[in-house]
């Protein structure tokens, strides 16, 4: 049987391991708002060139291919990290609400494999 976090003092019901989870989420729904977020999509946006409703395209900048916003995310030049207790919580939100220097807008492809390259780091 897996092991489980202790409960969470605050709400019992919760485990550790859920409350962290709860924060990063919150967190992270504050950051798909963030200026800076949307200053980076800017930065890599041009007037689309072919037909349709499409006004926009992106550049990634990994593989400099254009595409439509729904195929491009922005990524966090430096990874967040994990968020699993008080301590990480200052630099994990440091590293979220970055100046836009720290974003980059790439590919859904592109995006895929930094991650996974940032995995088979840890």
Sequence with gaps: MAKRTPPWPAWPKWTEA???AYLRS????M???WPAR???LKNAKRPCEGK???KF???CNKCKEWFPQKEVEVNHIIPC???KSWEELVPFTQKLFCHVDGFEVVCK????EITRLQKDEK
Excluded: M, V
């Design 18 to 20: 859920k409350w962290w």
């Design 26 to 29: 919150g967190l992270r729904r």
């Design 31 to 33: 950051y798909s708002r």
């Design 38 to 40: 949307f200053e980076a």
């Design 52 to 54: 349709g409703r499409q």
């Design 57 to 59: 395209e992106y550049q």
């Design 81 to 83: 990290g994990s968020l």
């Design 109 to 112: 492809p592109c995006h895929k």
